[in-house]
């Protein structure tokens, strides 16, 4: 049924329960997985001493910390007998780089967790499964925390 699951992590304690889902699903299924950390090269444009942390360092610190969950990913996946791409992607939109992974990939499932954010928080900060629910063509099993 499923041949190609996508399951975007972020490092938070909602993505080891979203990786279980998916590879409960793939070892059902016999499907391909890739796992996806995405990065946003620009996330913020800073004045003052507050805000004076370089570029360059906050993509070595956001890489490190893809590379990180990616590897913590990987061993669960590995753990449980099933093989796993691994990938770091950049977009300027996290929601956006989920949904242009899983079309270039040909995913026919997209699993990922959710925060469970509500209120002030759900509408200052997004939610990324919300984005991710409206514009993906394949279906979403959104893993709650």
């Known amino acids: 049924m499923y041949k190609h699951i996508l399951v975007p992590v972020d490092g938070s304690s909602t993505s080891p329960q979203a990786v279980r889902q998916a590879v409960a699903i793939a070892g059902a299924f016999g499907s391909a ?7 946003d090269p620009y996330p913020f444009t800073g004045v003052g001493t507050e805000f004076a942390y370089g570029q360059a360092q906050y993509l070595s610190a956001a890489k ?3 590379q ?16 796993v791409d691994t990938r770091m992607v950049e977009a300027h939109a996290t929601w956006r780089g989920i949904v242009e992974t899983a ?28 984005r991710v ?13």
């Open 64 to 66: 490190a910390e893809a």
């Open 133 to 145: 629910l409206q514009h993906a063509t394949q279906p979403v099993l959104v893993v709650r925390g």
């Open 33 to 39: 997985v890739t796992a996806i950390y995405v990065i």
């Open 103 to 130: 079309d270039a990939i040909k995913a026919d499932l997209v699993v990922m967790g959710s925060h469970g954010r509500h209120g002030l928080e759900k509408l200052v900060l997004g939610s990324v499964a919300q």
């Open 68 to 83: 990180e969950a990616l590897t913590a990913t990987r061993e669960q996946v590995e753990a449980a007998g099933l093989k």
